[in-house]
C-alpha cells in the first residue's frame, strides 16, 4: 500500500520554542492531508485538514495561530507548532488518502519541557 | 456529525481466548469502517476494513462484518495471542470529505 512517512518521530522542545513537524507521501500524490492528536490514552482528534495550494481548515477549538499549516506541494505538509508549552505535548499523526484508503504516518511524540 | 462508539477497555484475556470488541457508528451517507492497530508508541496500522454493508474484512485472523441494520462492525478474533495486546480503534471514513471520524480506542492486554 502507500506510505506516508512522519518526520520527526520524537521531539523534545523547551517552553516558548518553536517545532516543525514534517508529513510525506512517499509514493503518491495528496492533494489533502489531515492533521491528529492524540493524547495519553485517548482517541486520535482531528486537528486540520491541510490542502495543497490552500489554507488549511481547522477543527473547531484548534488554534490556527498557533498550529499552522503549510502544504506546499502535493507530497508534503507541515504542521508548526509555535510557542510550545508543556500542554502541547501530545502524540501528532497525519495521513493522507490514495485510492479511497486512508494512511497513516508513524506519529511524532512532542514532549515540551 | 459522525461519530463511533467503542466499547471500553481495557480488555484482558488469556491467550487461545475469544475476542470481540464492539463498534457501532453514526454517520450520514455510506461510510467506508476501519479497524487500527496501535502498538506501544508507533502510529496507526490497518487492521482490516469494509467498504459497503455486509462486506466482510479479516486480516491475521481478526474478521469484522458491516452491518449497517445495526450500524455496526464488531473485531473478533477466535484465538488471541499474547502478541496481539495492543490498542484496537474503530473508525469511519467519509468518502467525500476524507477525514476519519475514530472511537476511543480498546486497550488489549493478552496474558500467556
Known amino acids: 500500500g502507500a506510505v506516508v512517512s512522519q518526520h520527526p518521530s520524537r521531539v523534545i522542545c523547551k517552553s516558548g520554542t518553536s517545532v516543525k513537524i514534517e508529513c510525506r507521501s512517499l509514493?503518491?500524490?495528496?492533494?489533502?492531508m489531515f492533521w491528529y492528536r492524540q493524547f495519553p490514552k485517548q482517541s486520535l482528534m482531528l486537528m486540520a485538514t491541510s490542502n495543497e495550494g490552500s489554507k488549511a481548515t481547522y477543527e473547531q477549538g484548534v488554534e490556527k495561530d498557533k498550529f499552522l499549516i503549510n502544504h506546499a506541494s502535493l507530497t508534503l505538509s507541515t504542521l508548526t507548532v509555535t510557542s510550545a508549552h508543556p500542554e502541547d505535548s501530545s502524540f501528532y499523526i497525519c495521513?493522507?488518502?490514495?485510492?479511497?484508503?486512508?494512511?497513516f504516518g508513524q506519529g511524532t511524540r512532542l514532549t515540551v519541557v | 456529525g459522525d461519530s463511533v462508539t467503542q466499547m471500553e477497555g481495557p480488555v484482558t484475556l488469556s491467550e487461545e481466548a475469544f475476542l470481540t470488541i464492539n463498534c457501532t457508528y453514526t454517520a450520514t451517507g455510506y461510510p467506508s469502517l476501519f479497524w487500527y492497530v496501535q502498538y506501544p508508541g508507533e502510529g496507526l496500522q490497518l487492521l482490516l476494513k469494509a467498504t459497503k454493508a455486509d462486506d466482510k474484512g479479516s486480516n491475521k485472523g481478526f474478521e469484522a462484518t458491516y452491518r449497517k441494520e445495526t450500524t455496526s462492525f464488531h473485531l473478533e478474533k477466535g484465538s488471541v495471542q499474547v502478541s496481539d495486546s495492543a490498542v484496537y480503534f474503530c473508525a469511519l471514513s467519509d468518502s467525500n470529505a476524507g477525514k476519519s471520524t475514530f472511537g476511543d480506542g480498546t486497550t488489549l492486554t493478552v496474558k500467556p
Open positions: 509514493d503518491f500524490q495528496a492533494t489533502t
Open positions: 495521513s493522507a488518502r490514495s485510492q479511497g484508503e486512508a494512511f
